[in-house]
Nanobody
Framework: VQLQASGGGLVQAGGSLRLSCAAS????????MAWFRQAPGKEREFVAA???????MYADSVKGRFTISADNGKNTMYLQMNSLKPEDTAVYYC????????????????????WGQGTQVTVSS
């Protein structure tokens, strides 16, 4: 499975961006999917996760501002980011795994086998 992330950029605080992650080599919806991010000098952290038969999960820091979704016809997942803050600045990574995993593990990076290359999001104050 290969993932290609895109859509990052520079935006002012309060603005919006939509990240895309195109998958090849497997139907994306056959496994759980997620977004993580990593800011300079910090560890990679969970942002959002999506599973076919469960509600979406979000980190508390992005709840109500970010939305994870997928388009099965395009085999692509998205992260819509609204009301962006300077603390959202990071490299954003999309990830997926073969099959499902219980909800309590969906926010763990080690639960995902396939990763995109990352796309930079910079939010200016």
């Amino acid at each position: 499975v290969q993932l290609q992330a895109s859509g990052g950029g520079l935006v002012q605080a309060g603005g919006s961006l939509r990240l895309s992650c195109a998958a090849s080599g497997r139907t994306l919806s056959r496994g759980d999917m997620a977004w993580f991010r990593q800011a300079p000098g910090k560890e990679r952290e969970f942002v959002a996760a999506k599973s076919a038969f469960s509600t979406n999960m979000y980190a508390d820091s992005v709840k109500g501002r970010f939305t994870i979704s997928a388009d099965n016809g395009k085999n692509t997942m998205y992260l819509q980011m609204n009301s962006l803050k300077p603390e959202d600045t990071a490299v954003y990574y999309c990830a997926t795994r073969d099959g499902r995993i219980i909800q309590s593990f969906r926010n763990r990076a080690e639960s995902y086998e396939y990763w995109g290359q990352g796309t930079q999001v910079t939010v200016s104050s």
